[in-house]
Nanobody
């Protein structure tokens, strides 16, 4: 079992910045990929991939956030981050942390943190 706890969301003006954190606990040694996803009320059945990072540090981003967001991991602190710059109103969503392990059912989610970009 893996437990994920996000923090760092909030209200920010367009053009502003936020940093999200996701602390992992439990059977974290088996995690091979982590990622950030987001969901809006208009798309209740979809979680959009924002960025993912492998245990080796390789990162991939959605086209909509390339050049503005940076995903990183601090293995010593069991924490993943999402640095978000030049935020836009369309970035408004609930952001979720995800971790995957090789075991069947090894797909874990945090509780989500709200990011609102508005003037």
């Amino acid at each position: 079992q893996v437990r994920l706890v996000e923090s760092g969301g909030g209200l920010v003006q367009p053009g502003g910045s936020l940093r999200l954190s996701c602390v992992a606990s439990g059977d974290i040694g088996r995690i091979y990929v982590m990622g950030w996803y987001r969901q809006t009320p208009e798309k209740e059945r979809e979680r959009e991939t924002v960025a993912i990072i492998t245990s080796g540090g390789s990162a991939n981003y959605a086209d909509s956030v390339k050049g503005r967001f940076t995903i990183s991991r601090d293995n010593a602190k069991n924490t993943m981050y999402l640095e978000m710059n030049n935020l836009k109103p369309e970035d408004t969503a609930v952001y979720y942390c995800n971790a995957e392990t090789p075991q069947p059912g090894g797909d874990y989610w945090g509780q989500g943190t709200q990011v609102t970009v508005s003037s």
